[in-house]
């Protein structure tokens, strides 16, 4: 085993390759140390903001809390790729990063 190397799961690239991240996240356990968090809808890397595609991120945020994740999370999310119109982006970024907020204080707090 190679105890200096760590994973950084891509949830978008692993919808693509239909891979269940909260399976991804469970096998990776101890050595995932990054996220780059963001959606599809499983054919294209869309870059949608999560909820806006295929990923279950209920069953991804209960598979970050059993394993204690305290790694780097980066948000790889794109207006331009976005579901909306332009006029809702700020409303549906502040609904995201607010729901983002509640499932890390979750996970801090060794809730599910």
Known sequence: ALPNVRVCLDTGHAAIFDVDVASAVRYIGARLEALHIHDNRGMD???LRPGDGVVDWNAFAE???DIGFSGVLSLETSPKHSLYPECEWKEQEDKLFNNLSKMAEKAANGQK
Do not use: F, K, Q
Request: charged share 35%.
């Open 63 to 65: 598979a970050l809390s």
């Open 45 to 47: 890397d869309e870059h």
